[in-house]
């Protein structure tokens, strides 16, 4: 019979904020909200092209699947555009609740993985009850476990 088994359980890792991690935090919201305006722009170039594509090949006048065609194009196009625009619109969120951080303030920035052996007798929750590690401008402060 197996007396002990490794288990993995989440650790969560949190931050103390200061003017440091807004900063950097605040830089990678931006870089964020830079690329999904290049994504927008590039869709909509993307999108043009293609229909512009099959009216170039359809013989006029346009057949009803062409029509379709394109239909379904500008639904996709606009489906995606929905998707990055609401994306734009959290990072913006996002962008904002950082601001109103208060300093001193702690935040869980990600959580990992940590394995734990459990043993016959034992209680598994409370060993499998996740701990965290306490970072401030991303040098470990503290860790609980």
């Given at each position: 019979?197996?007396?002990?088994?490794?288990?993995?359980?989440q650790i969560a890792v949190k931050a103390i904020v200061t003017e440091n991690f807004k900063n950097q935090v605040g830089a990678e919201i931006q870089r964020n909200l830079q690329?999904?305006?290049?994504?927008?722009?590039?869709?909509?170039?993307?999108g043009k092209r293609a229909i512009a594509d099959i009216e170039k090949r359809s013989p006029q006048p346009m057949a009803a699947e062409t029509r379709v065609q394109i239909e379904t194009i500008r639904n996709q196009v606009e489906a995606e555009k929905l998707r990055l625009l609401q994306l734009r619109e959290e990072m913006q969120g996002q962008s904002q609740a950082l601001a109103e951080l208060p300093l001193g303030s702690?935040?869980?920035?990600?959580?990992v993985e940590n394995p734990v052996d459990v043993r016959?007798?034992?209680?598994?929750?409370?060993?499998?009850?996740?701990?965290?590690?306490l970072v401030k401008d991303g040098v470990i402060q503290e860790i609980r476990v």
């Open positions: 019979m197996v007396e002990s088994i490794q288990l993995i359980r690329q999904i305006d290049a994504e927008l722009q590039q869709l909509e170039f993307k702690v935040v869980t920035q990600f959580t016959i007798g034992e209680n598994i929750f409370q060993r499998l009850e996740g701990g965290e590690i």
